[in-house]
């Protein structure tokens, strides 16, 4: 069971006993007894001032950035480069001496495409590939010799 009070004025109540007395449900309908009236008032509601509600907080002052310093050019230490060094000589004996293993290896092709991918200047001035380790030039003998390495000979 469900308890609930509801309050009505007294016209709405003699509303409420004449719905509840009809046909279908017979009640005896007392009217309710009125008190005397007072006289009704419009009062504006009380609204409290903002002010009174909120704590007082003390205005606050703007923060200012401290003034920026320009930046003293950033120059990156000097590199130190490390003293140039001399190329390994090698002779011609040496080169031959050490594709004759690549060769032995049964990597022969790949020793001739090696040595053709250099050129020299013939007496006539025209620039040919190399067909022999006779015609490779002296500046390019420590790039022979990397490829020689590359294919698997000792240097």
């Known amino acids: 069971m ?3 009070t509801i309050e009505v004025s007294p016209e709405q109540a003699i509303e409420i006993a004449r719905i509840l007395g009809s046909p279908n ?3 005896p309908v007392q009217p309710a007894p009125t008190a005397p009236a007072l006289p009704v008032q419009q009062q504006a509601p009380v609204v ?5 509600s909120m704590p007082q907080v003390p205005p606050v002052a703007p923060v200012q950035a401290p003034p920026v310093q320009p930046a003293a050019p950033v120059t990156p230490p000097p590199v130190q480069q490390a ?3 001399a190329a390994r000589k090698y002779t011609q004996d ?9 060769c032995e290896a049964g990597r022969q092709t ?3 495409n090696l ?4 050129t020299y200047t013939d007496s006539a001035g025209n ?15 420590p790039a022979f010799a990397n490829g020689i390495r590359a294919l698997g000979g000792k240097i």
């Open 2 to 4: 469900i308890t609930m």
């Open 25 to 27: 449900n017979p009640m």
């Open 48 to 52: 409290p001032p903002i002010a009174a």
């Open 83 to 85: 003293p140039p060094i």
């Open 94 to 102: 040496e080169l031959a001496l050490a594709s004759r293993p690549v």
């Open 110 to 112: 790949e020793l001739l």
């Open 115 to 118: 040595l053709h991918s250099f």
């Open 127 to 141: 620039v040919q590939p190399v067909q022999s380790i006779q015609q490779l030039p002296e500046e390019s003998y």
